[in-house]
């Protein structure tokens, strides 16, 4: 069997990530898969890109524009929706042809245009789609907050500026996908059963197949190791309680960098005399600016990209904390328990699902930072800790390792080829 997996980017980005370690799985365990990307990174041969189109950055720039005129030409919220005005046809391309499967992921930002994937669909081959956010079964946005108008009709998108110039781009982008799926039959993938619970109640997935399957890690590579020797390496103190936090932007409100920051001022204020063993390690854009929110020292790393300083960054740090306020099942999650971890998060979105409370770490009372602060607090004391770094461990492997994802959607590939 072949499986073409499609991608805006082949390495940056949480879906990215996600759709490469998935090619991967699929590979190591007897499925012929490909990625076809708009944006290459590396020499991997099983990954295509569209090829050098001088077009595609002015399609991307064109999609913004639209948006920002919308928008009544402010900037706020310009990369939280996409409208698919703008892309490239890619069904004539022979990866495309020859694959018996077409799985489509993260493909906004210009790569590919509703009337892209609708021709996708009329090709006849079999499709499923992974939800590495809500676009799929809402208007525009990639995560809807409070807002619940995709069960019927988006429109007037909170996102965008009241009274906004021209068409209201959400109820037109949801009419448009509206009739692309209902000639279409589609197997929608959620990675969290939040998000395929969220897709269930949509109008737009109303009679398509709706199913929750995890991301994969390779957790041969993502493994426990020395703490001490990966602290060397990171050139971190050794004598200290490192707390991990990563995002590839710091500054989006959707992660709740704020609520981090307000979490260690009460650890401050509360356990004086854990506040003096802890420091701070913060993976990410403008990781460098945020020395001054914090009470504690803090060691900024930019974007990584390299597997093996990651793996040793996590091997380094006695927890991670994540306190996103949206988010659908994040990889740096996998990745910590992975490597024996335990997590802190909010109860929100796939966070609960993953982080199983006061076992492999613990789940902190949404939007409430001394909870949050708590959670640190008993997590990097607990009498437990090295069992809870075992059971991290175990959950990692038992839940999303490579062999067990990939028998998953090796399963879903046998059903959509056999209909």
Excluded at 261 to 284: F, Q, T
Aim: net charge positive; glycine share 6%; with cysteine.
């Amino acid at each position: 069997m072949r499986v073409l997996i499609i991608n805006t980017s082949e390495r940056i980005g949480g879906a990215a990530i996600a759709a490469n370690r998935l090619m991967e799985a699929l590979k190591n365990n007897g499925i012929k898969a490909k990625m076809l990307v708009r944006d290459k990174q590396t020499e991997q041969m099983t990954v295509v890109p569209i090829g050098g189109n001088w077009m595609l950055p002015v399609k991307f720039v064109w999609e913004r524009i639209v948006i920002f005129i919308a928008n009544r030409l402010k900037k706020h919220n310009l990369f939280q929706v996409d409208i698919a005005n703008t892309g490239t046809d890619i069904t004539s391309m022979p990866e495309f042809q020859q694959a018996d499967v077409i799985h489509l992921h993260w493909v906004n930002q210009g790569f590919m245009s509703l009337s892209d994937i609708e021709k996708i669909i009329r090709s006849g081959k079999p499709i499923v789609i992974t939800m590495h956010d809500m676009w799929y079964f809402t208007g525009i946005c990639h995560y809807s907050g409070s807002c619940d108008k995709y069960r019927n009709e988006c429109n007037h998108c909170p996102l965008l500026t009241k009274g906004g110039f021209g068409k209201d781009l959400a109820s037109k982008v949801f009419k448009r996908k509206l009739k692309i799926y209902s000639e279409a039959k589609i197997t929608f993938i959620g990675c969290s059963r939040w998000i395929s619970a969220l897709a269930e109640q949509g109008r737009l997935t109303n009679g398509q197949v709706v199913m929750n399957i995890p991301n994969a890690i390779n957790t041969n590579v993502f493994h426990p190791k020395d703490k001490a020797e990966a602290r060397r390496i990171c050139h971190l103190p050794e004598d200290k309680k490192l707390v991990l936090f990563g995002s590839q932007r710091i500054t989006d409100e959707r992660k709740g960098f704020k609520y981090l920051v307000d979490a260690c001022n009460l650890i401050k204020s509360n356990y004086p005399e854990l506040a003096e063993r802890i420091c701070l390690v913060v993976v990410g854009a403008d990781s460098e600016k945020v020395r001054s929110q914090i009470p504690f020292p803090v060691y900024p790393v930019s974007y990584v990209s390299d597997e093996e300083y990651m793996v040793n960054l996590y091997n380094a740090v006695d927890i991670y904390v994540t306190p996103s306020l949206q988010d659908n099942l994040p990889n740096t999650i996998v990745e910590a328990m992975s490597c024996g971890v335990p997590c802190v998060g909010f109860n929100v979105g796939g966070i609960p699902e993953m982080i199983d409370h006061l076992h492999n770490g613990y789940v902190a009372e949404y939007c409430n930072a001394d909870d949050f602060a708590n959670g640190i607090r008993w997590t990097l004391d607990s009498s437990n800790y090295d069992s809870l770094c075992d059971i991290a461990r175990r959950k990692a492997v038992s839940t999303y390792s490579e062999s067990h994802v990939a028998r998953l959607y090796t399963n879903v590939y046998n059903k959509v080829v056999n209909k």
